[in-house]
């Protein structure tokens, strides 16, 4: 699919928004394009020259579709031009730490003040509040600091935590300042008022963990309960997981990597069919596989599948997929590689787009689909400053805002919204909870024996406990006539169904958008399958480490370790790179896909309650990873190198990498040239950084970088990493200690807990406890925090509220049409 800027677009469901982006980071630019994507008219402030965003390689996929326009903010002319564009536009995006905000006038108070309609999203790296609101606000500060890059740490094979390059906190934060714009206006519409919304890094990083909140959990309350693993292979590389046979990692005879996914005991067995390892397990010493004693039997049997799939090509592989559907696997796959994928071409994700200045640009098409197509067609990226005229001659032909209502104070933006939930595990089902901590009532309909991910984790419902927060549980058996009809009549009640099976299986359980629909045609619905409703991989389950492979994801994060392996060690240590490339839970492609299942179920509210219809509304886990990675996949001829990791998994560069201090690890972030000054001046008692003359100009810098480096590896050697951040940060210079402990250990413990990133809830089967805090905050609605629910817990008094009497509710508990957990 090409389109170019003569090619005709459908306005689109978010057409009659204006959008002010003055964001100069990415997770702005994320939010804006996503807005963009769906028609609104966004309008890029960029600053004389250009904003930084263009230096990042995938520039021209990320804004995509906005009007750009050229004003100095700190200018008194174009900051008066800047207050006239807040005047006329629905929803403004900043970037800017809050005290920068607030020298600019941008606080929520002023701004309700001048802009009473105005929804501002403000996206930070900590949040308006806490100890660290004024830390610099690099997504590698973040992920240092809470403990992300000591969970990667086996991306390398050397000691010590590892750079994380997918930048899972920045889209974290985009998404979650979506639905924070979105749920507001949607309350303005009943209002009349816009308000503040704020988004985090911190906050948006710790959506992405499915299930391991509650593990750390269990594992701090009772310690003697099980025993840890926090990683995939011990420190000699052996595996200790069972799941490392269920999800291999192997490369075939041409040294091509594959991700393997056969985690029922069904595909199990026909994996090791396949493999001609069915036999082998008859041996006592095999008792128990997959949970095998000791690190010895572990190896030879790991070794032993990585023989058999290594023994065959890839093209060999390939046959057996398609001859036997029990068994599958993703080929890793660059970032550019990954727009060939079979399913994404099927679906029409991948789009070329003739951008001004540089030609024909690759890359991926919306996140959201509506029957078949990108809700519109991808625009080209402006020139900067290329709209000045248009929105100044605009400007002057506006009138005033008109004034807004008397706005209700403190409540859920999306009060008095139904959803009904059907799906398993997380990446759809999470976009629920989100919305249900904005107020939305979340019906979740599960099988009689419960969502599978509810026993994922080998303690009581801590597998489930986070996805299925806020929600009511109702057990119906949907193959049965009498479970079909009370679903149908939750659905008359309903203001959105989300379905997250695969291929048809909607259609064939009778609970598709073309059956509901004439049921309740008011409903906003929305498929969320792994892959796609039709193509060559729809019916194919979805796996956060299948998708990470497929998108690039793993390639991102695990550098050069889909490279053909030389030897044996090499086979080895790369598949325990990808490992903690693609499947370690703290960060990966199903946390992605739930935040952008929230941001779509949201703009079909939207469009709604506009009159806009959106029929066969899609999105895919495979393309909203591809949207979180834009400026990594987006290509064009003469497209810059984008940077990677070391070959240690230090970082980027110099200035922007881990460095061991005197006890620990410090992870300093000063890239920018605008950076330099303030660090050498913070520096200067320990290295004369400002006389150097290999590092006077930001090109001497890079030419010089392994200097610089060094530079800095002796003067970071000399004190603690506690010390440095102390001493550092006051200075407005981005360093921090290297946290050495799980993510979701350390938002839940006090520290975290008490800067506002989780908050208590009280639970059935955890009572009082910590949970991840509500995504966004508002300046003047409320959001609530609620804790997961049992099996059933609500099938009773939700059907009596359907009105069913208790004797019939009792009869369909006998015949096993419905259970209850009263």
Request: proline fraction near 7%; include cysteine.
């Amino acid at each position: 699919m090409t389109t170019g800027p003569d090619q005709a677009t459908s306005p689109g469901p978010l057409a009659d928004l204006v959008v002010v982006d003055l964001s100069t980071t990415l997770p702005g630019a994320q939010a804006s394009q996503f807005l963009a994507d769906c028609g609104a008219d966004v309008i890029m402030v960029e600053p004389p020259g250009g904003s930084d965003l263009r230096d990042l390689a995938g520039w021209p996929g990320l804004l995509r579709g906005k009007r750009s326009v050229t004003l100095d903010v700190h200018a008194d002319d174009d900051l008066a031009t800047l207050r006239a564009l807040l005047s006329s536009a629905d929803v403004l995006i900043t970037t800017m730490r809050p005290n920068s905000a607030a020298r600019l006038g941008l606080t929520p108070q002023t701004l309700a003040e001048k802009y009473p309609r105005l929804v501002w999203a403000s996206i930070t790296g900590w949040g308006s509040t806490g100890p660290w609101k004024d830390y610099k606000g690099w997504e590698g500060l973040v992920m240092a600091k809470t403990g992300v890059m000591f969970e990667k740490r086996q991306l390398t094979t050397r000691p010590g935590p590892a750079f994380v390059s997918t930048p899972y906190a920045s889209f974290g934060a985009s998404q979650a300042a979506v639905h924070g714009i979105l749920a507001a206006l949607i309350e303005r519409m009943s209002s009349g008022c816009g308000q503040a919304v704020e988004s985090n890094l911190v906050t948006g990083m710790g959506s992405m963990d499915p299930y391991n909140w509650f593990y750390e959990m269990v594992l701090e309350r009772y310690p003697d309960a099980f025993s840890p693993m926090d990683v995939a292979y011990d420190d000699e590389g052996r595996p200790q997981a069972y799941l490392i046979y269920a999800l291999l990692i192997a490369a075939t005879a041409d040294g091509r990597w594959m991700q393997f996914a056969q985690t029922a005991p069904r595909l199990m067995q026909a994996w090791l069919t396949e493999l001609d390892l069915v036999g082998e397990l008859a041996d006592p010493k095999w008792a128990g596989f997959p949970m095998l004693p000791t690190a010895e039997l572990r190896t030879e049997f790991w070794e032993m599948m990585l023989e058999r799939v290594g023994a065959r090509s890839f093209e060999e592989w390939q046959q057996v997929f398609e001859t036997n559907h029990d068994i599958s696997a993703e080929a890793f796959r660059t970032p550019d590689e990954a727009l060939d994928h079979p399913q994404v071409v099927a679906d029409g994700r991948v789009v070329t787009v003739d951008n001004p200045g540089i030609g024909p640009v690759r890359q991926p098409s919306t996140l959201i689909h509506a029957d078949g197509k990108p809700l519109v067609p991808p625009r080209p990226a402006p020139l900067p400053g290329q709209h000045d005229d248009e929105v100044r001659a605009a400007l002057a032909a506006l009138a005033s805002a008109a004034a807004a209502a008397d706005p209700e104070r403190e409540e859920l933006p999306l009060r008095g919204v139904t959803i009904l939930e059907f799906g398993t595990m997380f990446a759809g089902p999470y976009g629920a909870t989100l919305l249900g901590d904005l107020g939305a009532r979340v019906i979740k309909i599960e099988p009689i024996e419960g969502d599978n991910i509810r026993n994922l984790v080998a303690f009581p419902e801590a597998g489930g406990a986070k996805v299925l927060q806020g929600k009511e549980s109702v057990a119906v058996d949907l193959s049965k006539p009498a479970g079909l009809e009370l679903v149908y009549e939750l659905v008359k009640r309903s203001d959105i169904v989300l379905q997250c099976f695969r291929g048809a299986a909607a259609e064939r359980a009778q609970i598709d958008e073309a059956t509901l629909k004439t049921i309740n045609p008011d409903i906003v619905y929305l498929s969320t399958p792994g892959y796609g409703i039709t193509g060559p991989y729809a019916s194919r389950p979805a796996y956060a480490p299948s998708i990470g492979a497929a998108t690039g994801l793993s390639a991102i994060d695990g550098r050069d370790a889909i490279n053909p392996p030389g030897d044996g060690d090499a086979l080895r240590a790369g598949a325990r790179t990808l490992h903690a490339a693609g499947a370690v839970p703290a960060v990966q492609s199903d946390g992605i896909a739930a935040l952008g299942v929230a941001s779509a179920m949201l703009v079909g509210l939207y469009a709604k309650r506009q009159g806009v219809e959106l029929s066969n509304m899609v999105t895919t886990m495979l393309g909203t990873v591809h949207q979180a990675l834009i400026s990594y996949n987006t290509s064009y001829e003469g497209r810059p190198e984008i940077a990677t990791a070391d070959a240690q998994f230090f970082g980027l560069g110099a200035l922007y990498r881990m460095y061991r201090a005197g006890a620990g690890w410090v992870f300093l972030a000063a890239p920018l040239p605008s950076e330099w000054e303030a660090l050498a001046k913070a520096l200067s008692p320990y290295a004369d950084l400002a006389a150097d003359a290999r590092f006077a100009t930001p090109e001497a810098r890079s030419e010089n970088d392994a200097a610089l480096a060094e530079v800095l590896t002796h003067v970071f050697a000399t004190k603690g990493q506690q010390q440095w951040e102390d001493e550092l940060t006051p200075l407005d210079v981005g360093c921090v200690a290297v946290l050495e402990r799980n993510s979701e250990s350390a938002l839940q413990s006090d520290p975290f807990f008490e800067a506002g990133y989780s908050v208590e809830a009280v639970s059935p089967i955890f009572e009082e406890h910590r949970r991840l805090a509500p995504l966004t905050r508002f300046s003047r609605s409320r959001t609530k925090a609620d804790a997961g629910c049992t099996i059933g817990r609500h099938t009773r008094p939700v059907l009596r509220e359907i009105g069913l009497a208790a004797e019939r509710i009792d009869e369909l508990l006998e015949l096993g049409v419905i259970a209850c957990d009263d």
